[in-house]
């Protein structure tokens, strides 16, 4: 059994019947325990196997969705050179080659001066403490 509840979008996988067009997409109002179902805005019964659920994305999202998604809002987008180095560009074109990001708000050097001085202290710290300090 698939397992329906009411809300869940379904699209219809057998043929037309009763006006339920077959690749439409519908709304489950109420589910029997015989796996018979009802559908918004109509009163008949129609069983579960002749559906499938609506898939959350007809087709998988775009590999740098959420960056295009960021840089449509006004944020400052990189992308990755060969020679290792991060570059802010004014027009992305968001290839599935290239590897972007948001411009971080400190820079890579500085990020990694805050990584290496928190190391620092804990080792530090841990060296107190097998001391005995």
Request: with cysteine; net charge neutral.
């Amino acid at each position: 059994m698939k397992k329906f509840k009411a809300g869940d979008k379904v699209v219809r996988t057998g043929m037309t019947r009763r006006g339920i067009q077959c690749g439409k997409e519908y709304e489950i109002y109420s589910m029997m325990s015989s796996g018979d179902l009802y559908l918004k805005g109509h009163s008949f019964l129609c069983h579960e196997s002749q559906f499938n659920f609506v898939p959350e994305y007809p087709n998988p999202p775009h590999k740098h969705a959420d960056i295009i998604i960021a840089w449509a809002k006004g944020a400052e987008i990189e992308y990755y050179e060969s020679t290792g180095n991060w570059i802010l560009t004014d027009r992305p074109c968001f290839s599935d080659v290239e590897k972007y990001r948001i411009k971080p708000s400190k820079s890579d050097k500085d990020i990694k001066i805050e990584e290496l001085e928190e190391k620092l202290l804990s080792i530090h710290k841990e060296l107190g403490t097998l001391k005995g300090e």
